[in-house]
């Protein structure tokens, strides 16, 4: 079964609208998770990584006051995009990794969340 | 800069074989992914190496050479849900996760 979850899966709302997306670990504890962003045929791109208890690492050219992240416990992080424009419609995909499996073990990706921003 | 280069698209015929490539240039490695994503769906888990060779997981084999920096995945016996995008990602010194742009496998019956 799914070991990271992902909600909503799909969002409309009209501009200026904030959105709030959750993940979470269901099997394990993540101290660290990380936000992808991707465009239509285009690939992942990172956004951020998720820290448990501390601030998020943002990725060059990603406004952190835009795309707030809270990773509040070990197993929770949400990705909140404020005031939504049309250009912020993407596909937005959270990944964790259990930190008792090692490093170079694959992550574990929720299954993403349409934003449509009308 | 770092750089992972995988071709844009692919097509193949039910039933035969695919390899897809990807080359690499990264700052440290720490092993390389292949994952699956259908449209509208995230990354699916394929395979991963680390150490030259070849790595055969039923009809998905992957090939790494670290000396080249190249990678490649192979599908064998075609099937109708293969046709999907193929993300080659390699872990790079920090652990930290570089994904190629994908590649789009198209399959024909």
């Known amino acids: 079964g799914a070991v990271v979850s992902q909600h909503p899966s799909w969002v409309i709302c009209k501009s200026g609208t904030s959105v709030k997306i959750e993940c979470r670990s269901l099997d394990f504890q993540a101290t660290t998770m990380f936000w992808y962003r991707q465009f239509p045929k285009q690939s992942l791109m990172l956004m951020a990584t998720?820290?448990?208890?501390?601030?998020?690492?943002?990725e060059q050219g990603v406004e952190k006051d835009k795309f707030l992240i809270n990773h509040a416990s070990l197993t929770l992080s949400t990705l909140t995009v404020t005031s939504a424009h049309p250009e912020d419609s993407s596909f937005y995909i959270c990944?964790?990794?259990?930190?008792?499996?090692?490093?170079?073990?694959?992550?574990?990706f929720g299954d993403g969340t349409r934003l449509s921003i009308l | 800069g770092q750089n992972i280069d995988q071709p844009t698209e692919m097509t193949a015929t039910e039933g035969a074989i695919v390899q897809i490539n990807c080359t690499y240039q990264?700052?440290?490695?720490?092993?390389l992914f292949w994952y699956q994503q259908h449209a509208g769906e995230a990354p699916t888990f394929l395979s991963y190496?680390?150490l030259d060779g070849l790595e055969e997981k039923g009809r998905f084999s992957s090939f790494l050479s670290r000396s080249k920096g190249y990678s490649y995945l192979l599908l064998k016996e075609l099937q109708m849900k293969d046709s999907a995008s193929y993300l080659c990602?390699?872990?790079?010194?920090?652990?930290?996760?570089?994904w190629g742009a994908g590649t789009k496998l198209i399959i024909k019956p």
């Open positions: 998720s820290n448990e208890g501390s601030k998020a690492t943002y």
């Open positions: 990602a390699v872990l790079d010194s920090n652990y930290q996760l570089i």
């Open positions: 990264t700052s440290g490695f720490n092993g």
């Open positions: 990944s964790a990794r259990d930190p008792l499996t090692g490093e170079n073990q694959p992550q574990h």
């Open positions: 190496n680390v």
